[in-house]
């Protein structure tokens, strides 16, 4: 027990400092550039890149976390595994990346035709680097979950610290050519860890095991395809506040990106323990036929996360604007910014601890056999949601589009906990039998 808690505080620790570093970046370029069109192109360029990378990248941990902790006690089995699961992988990680010559074309042409993002000079370049930096994401998501299936979180929590550190020294160092350096440091950042990744396991993949066209090289189920649309609402909402936030006003997605950033980077520290500690334990407990050890585990962790994230909630929601100003308020970031910053980030909170219970919620169905079609419901449904509020709420600005998120989240995870706990007693009740 001891050992399990030393583990979890320092994989805690190092996301910690990540999450620092996120903030660093954020920081970096608030002081830079402030809150306008550049920004907004910014935020813009990066919603559909960063949303198919998240999703690929979660889809890919979610789902091969399990099969690789299930393996784990088959060294051979587990390589070729890895192996052949990184052979596809990169195949998908090409077409993420060629995406950006489309996309050159088509996602400036979504902006509504009086937005200030069109007219923004380095936006091309902004797309470009967003995309290929996509592509090299989902590699890496692959590294970063077999860390966390073979019991070394912390060196997998220390594959997310490369991005933001170059980031930073390319914004702080480099003469200011523009916006266009943070995207660029991005993808030299996150090529970075690619190369970093394959050093710390480079004997974990057995490429000349590897038949990929074999079924048996990737035991993974048929329906495994609708993990993209069960994970789909942890990065939808990217895109969503691309297509509404442009119409509700200049400077609008820069703010709320600006409140997300903080949230995203507080979510992640009080998930990335639990997840990458406790998954591989309810896979194995799956795998062993043990309903009521799942139960008793999972329910331990959702208490946990929930506890978590009500504090953090609370606090953000009583001192969201010192958060803010102690962050950002220097250089181009203005007081008013900091003022509009803080209201949509106290109306994300509620949101935020929300979507941490789903986040552990979605990775206790993925440890459970029989599909991913609930999962994929649930993913969707919050999606279209969250869309449907965003448009009745989007003339409420930043504050309206903060809270069509939580209410989103708040919604789901009621009804998402509904089903687990459903599938979780039918699991018992036919290992009794």
């Known amino acids: 027990m001891l050992q399990h808690a030393v583990r979890l505080a320092s994989v805690t620790g190092l996301s910690l400092f990540g999450s620092l570093i996120n903030f660093l ?57 890895s192996a052949a699961l990184l052979s596809l992988i990169i195949r998908i990680a090409l077409l993420v990346a060629l995406a950006a010559l489309p996309a050159l074309l088509l996602q400036p042409a979504l902006l509504p035709a009086h937005s200030a993002i069109r007219s923004e000079a380095q936006l091309s370049s902004l797309i470009v680097f967003s995309w290929l930096a996509g592509g090299v994401q989902v590699i890496n998501g692959l590294l970063v979950a077999r860390l966390n299936a073979v019991g070394r979180p912390l060196s997998a929590s220390l594959l997310a610290l490369p991005p933001g550190l170059i980031t930073i020294g390319i914004l702080l160092l480099a003469p200011t050519l523009g916006i266009w350096l943070a995207t660029a440091g991005l993808l030299v950042g996150t090529m970075s860890v690619t190369l970093i990744g394959i050093a710390l396991q480079r004997d974990g993949f057995a490429w000349s095991d590897v038949n990929i066209h074999k079924k048996s090289a990737l035991p993974i189920p048929r329906s495994a395809w609708l993990s993209v649309v069960a994970l789909s609402c942890f990065s939808t909402y990217a895109v969503i506040d691309s297509f509404w936030a442009p119409r509700a006003g200049p400077g609008v997605l820069s703010t709320l990106g600006y409140a997300q950033r903080i949230l995203i980077g507080i979510g992640s520290l009080l998930t990335v323990g639990p997840s990458a500690i406790a998954v591989p334990y309810l896979a194995r407990l799956v795998d062993r ?7 008793q585990l999972m329910g ?20 969201s604007e010192e958060i803010v100003a102690i962050l950002f308020r220097r250089g181009a970031f203005s007081a008013a910014a900091v003022h509009e910053a803080s209201a949509a980030l106290m109306h994300l909170a509620p949101g935020m601890a929300a979507m941490l219970i789903g986040v552990m919620l979605m990775r206790a169905f993925f440890c459970l056999s029989g599909g991913y079609t609930w999962p994929a419901l649930i993913g969707l449904g919050w999606s279209l949601l969250y869309f449907a509020l965003s448009g009745l709420f989007v003339e409420r600005q930043v504050v309206g589009l903060a809270d069509a998120y939580s209410v989103a989240w708040i919604v789901t995870i009621i009804l998402a906990s509904i089903l687990l706990w459903r599938r979780s007693v039918s699991v018992g009740q036919l290992e009794q039998r």
């Open 289 to 295: 036929g043990d309903g009521a050890g799942f139960r």
């Open 300 to 319: 331990k962790i959702v208490l946990l996360v929930a506890i978590m994230g009500g504090l953090m909630a609370s606090a953000v929601w009583l001192w």
């Open 25 to 81: 970046v954020q920081a970096t370029i608030a002081y830079r550039f402030g809150v306008g069109p550049a920004v907004d192109a910014y935020f813009y360029a990066l919603g559909v890149p960063a949303f198919v990378a998240g999703l690929l990248a979660a889809c890919i941990s979610y789902v091969t976390v399990p099969e690789l902790a299930k393996a784990a006690n088959r060294p051979s089995e587990a390589r070729a595994l």
